[in-house]
Nanobody, 123 residues
Framework: QVQPVESGGGLVQAGGSLRLSCAAS????????MGWFRQAPGKEREFVAR????????DYTDSVKGRCTISRDNAKNTVYLQMNSLKPEDTAVYYC????????????????WGQGTQVTVSS
């Protein structure tokens, strides 16, 4: 099975940037649409962005549109999330996952999940 491994999180001031990476361990991300989700303390995990295998279909949640860019390098089996103009409300653990079927915006539609990477934005 494929195992996503996230990295790139950290502590950043409001207005700063971070680039998250999600690399495949084990099998590749071949053919998978990939999604980024996040979970803030005391809140449910929520959809952030998704990208199709060829990169031709990209989608974002409204709160990150214009500030985040999802991309992928299939040769490197890696998916990225570039986050700019970060806000304190972006503080969360960020996860990437492989899409299987169903609603693109719900975590139940994704099968393989990474352990997450913490993003903390200070005001």
């Amino acid at each position: 099975q494929v195992q996503p491994v996230e990295s790139g999180g950290g502590l950043v001031q409001a207005g700063g940037s971070l680039r998250l990476s999600c690399a495949a361990s084990g099998r590749t991300f071949s053919g998978y649409t990939m999604g980024w989700f996040r979970q803030a303390p005391g809140k449910e995990r929520e959809f952030v962005a998704r990208i199709s295998w060829a990169g031709s279909v990209i989608d974002y949640t409204d709160s990150v549109k214009g500030r985040c860019t999802i991309s992928r390098d299939n040769a490197k089996n890696t998916v990225y999330l570039q986050m700019n103009s970060l806000k304190p409300e972006d503080t969360a653990v960020y996860y990437c996952a492989t899409y299987m079927a169903g609603n693109f915006y719900h975590e139940s539609s994704y099968k393989y999940w990474g352990q997450g990477t913490q993003v903390t934005v200070s005001s």
